[in-house]
């Protein structure tokens, strides 16, 4: 190890969505924090893996924290402050600059980007947060039941160091950081015997079974060019492919209802065959619209035309959409827990898939109209995502490593289907609300898509079992493969960042150790206070507001 640092009160590793909502509470509170990042951009789901944010329908008035509220009104500021939008554009409060149907607020992610920064510029300028980009956790140390040190590995020039502080935090986007410090956890899907859910396993647990990953990239539309990229090395075999489960070819229009299971089929821009197509997000019908729009970034109606300049790029004055669909989901194989090079496979297979799909979609997608086949003006974005190979950053990872935590919440407390109302958690530190919605898993599943009732967060689940002072502060808490996906979307996982920095400095401030906390009724209503104070609901209104 090259050297070792202290120093810092919290470390977080991993600077995803919930990571940088755990530095910016942790920052408010007064404390000082280092988080590393595997990729260059901070916001994990939001920026580096490029998924617009998914949301509860209430999200405008309220089911968010104050601070995810704050960065929601930074992106529509962001762009009425550097983009050339319409005047209509400029005066809508609640402007969806890509108008997608996947969320009132479909966003580039260089724009995520901007507005996270600008929200930790303040703690990055006065010395309170270190951001380490491009670095990697390799090793732990660890006394007893408490993690004393983390090493980290620079992607870029492979030197270690050893960080310490009093409280670690697994902000990663796979629970990398749980079996380095030996945190007792589960992956994959857990059997009805251990839960009790009526969608678990009938047979036994399976830790290879995942939900399906998706490596995600974005497309302008270009017609009369020809964009067509080399065929990949592996569409043969992806042109063929036709899951057991699945209505049709992986490489098609058809795919199913993620509720009835029913066959439903698409078109890239709907019966019209027209990518400028505007409608509300409630007007929006499944099947009978182009995927183009429904997680279209930008939508060149609310942007005013680019003035004509000398060799104007062709890009310019383009609609822009993130190609994150069923098509491109990948459930062959899982890439946690697995030996590096099945990992490094299954990877490498997501990102051909998603190439795969392009292609197909240039050269032999079906048209509306039965006849012409292929969309050769689509063009790939690699300055919208970022990247060399025009493919987002990272990976999006739907499920992670999870604790064995001292509260797991499972479908029983979150089900509409078994519930009228979710279970009231007195040690609630936060909110959420989305459907349980898993995508088909690499053991063969298919679609599992629950109603979820508007549900808490409990503080039991963010306590693992054993170790003191590691929380978790993303999708890697005491959920299990089923509730992760109510528990796994943008709000909810900042909602349980911000919990996690905001717990760690209370118990710095307090010095009471997060189990501590939970078990004094007295602290923990101090705790809940706090959060309250900050813009933090721990509780759903009795009628909750459209």
């Not at 270690?160 to 670690?168: D, G, K, L, V």
């Not at 459930?331 to 990102?351: G, H, N, T, Y």
């Not at 604790?403 to 519930?419: D, F, P, Y």
């Amino acid at each position: 190890m090259a050297d070792m640092a202290t120093g810092y009160d919290i470390l977080i590793i991993g600077g995803g969505t919930g990571g940088t909502a755990a530095a910016l509470a942790a920052a408010r509170a007064g404390r000082r924090v280092l988080m590393t990042e595997e990729t260059d951009w901070i916001g994990g789901q939001l920026t580096a893996q490029a998924v617009p944010p998914d949301e509860n329908p209430w999200i405008e008035t309220f089911g968010g924290t104050r601070s995810y509220r704050a960065f929601r009104e930074g992106v529509r500021d962001y762009y009425r402050r550097h983009f050339p939008l319409t005047p209509s554009a400029r005066a809508n409060p609640l402007l969806n600059p890509g108008d997608g149907f996947v969320s009132r607020l479909c966003h580039e992610p260089r724009v995520a980007l901007a507005v996270l920064e600008a929200l930790l510029a303040p703690y990055l300028s006065n010395g309170q947060v270190t951001i380490l980009l491009r670095h990697i956790p390799v090793a732990a140390q660890t006394q007893g039941d408490r993690v004393q040190g983390v090493t980290v590995r620079s992607l870029e020039t492979g030197r270690e160091h050893e960080f310490r502080a009093p409280y670690t935090l697994d902000a990663t986007e796979t629970g990398a950081l749980l079996p380095l410090v030996g945190v007792e956890y589960m992956v994959g899907a857990e059997s009805r015997a251990q839960t009790g859910e009526p969608h678990a396993l009938d047979g036994p647990a399976q830790p290879g079974n995942q939900q399906g990953v998706t490596h995600c990239f974005a497309l302008s539309y270009h017609p009369g060019e020809d964009h067509t990229i080399e065929p990949p090395a592996q569409y043969d075999f992806w042109r063929n492919y036709q899951a057991p489960f699945w209505p049709g070819p992986h490489l098609g229009w058809t795919d199913l209802h993620p509720t009835t299971l029913e066959p439903r089929t698409f078109s890239l821009f709907g019966p019209s065959d027209d990518p400028g197509q505007f409608m509300t997000r409630d007007q929006f019908v499944w099947g009978q619209q182009g995927l183009w729009h429904y997680r279209r970034l930008r939508h060149c109606a609310n942007f005013a035309p680019p003035p004509p300049i000398l060799g104007e790029p062709e890009d310019r004055g383009r609609d822009i959409s993130l190609v994150n669909w069923p098509q491109n989901d990948y459930w062959l194989a899982p890439v946690i827990d697995v030996p590096p090079e099945d990992e490094a496979r299954a990877r490498e297979a997501a990102k051909q898939l998603s190439l795969s799909l392009l292609y197909w979609l240039q050269t032999e997608a079906p048209h509306p109209d039965g006849d012409a086949r292929g969309y050769p003006g689509l063009k790939l974005r690699p300055d919208v995502v970022g990247t060399e190979d025009s493919l987002a950053k990272s990976l999006y990872v739907r499920e992670s490593r999870r604790i064995r935590a001292e509260m797991t919440v499972c479908e029983q407390h979150i089900s509409s289907a078994l519930r009228d109302h979710a279970e009231v958690f007195p040690d609630s530190v936060g909110i959420g609300c989305y459907r349980i919605d898993l995508h088909p898993s690499t053991g063969g599943d298919n679609y599992i898509d629950i109603g979820c009732c508007p549900f808490q967060i409990p503080l039991g689940a963010l306590l693992p079992v054993r170790v003191e002072n590691l929380l978790p502060a993303a999708k890697n808490l005491g959920v299990t493969h089923i509730t992760n996906g109510a528990y796994r979307l943008h709000p909810v996982e900042w909602a349980i960042g911000e919990a996690a920095g905001s717990l760690a400095a209370f118990c710095l401030d307090t010095h009471t150790p997060p189990r501590a906390v939970r078990a004094d009724p007295t602290r923990l209503a101090d705790f809940q206070a706090r959060l309250r104070a900050q813009g933090v609901p721990t509780e759903w209104p009795s009628v909750y507001p459209i």
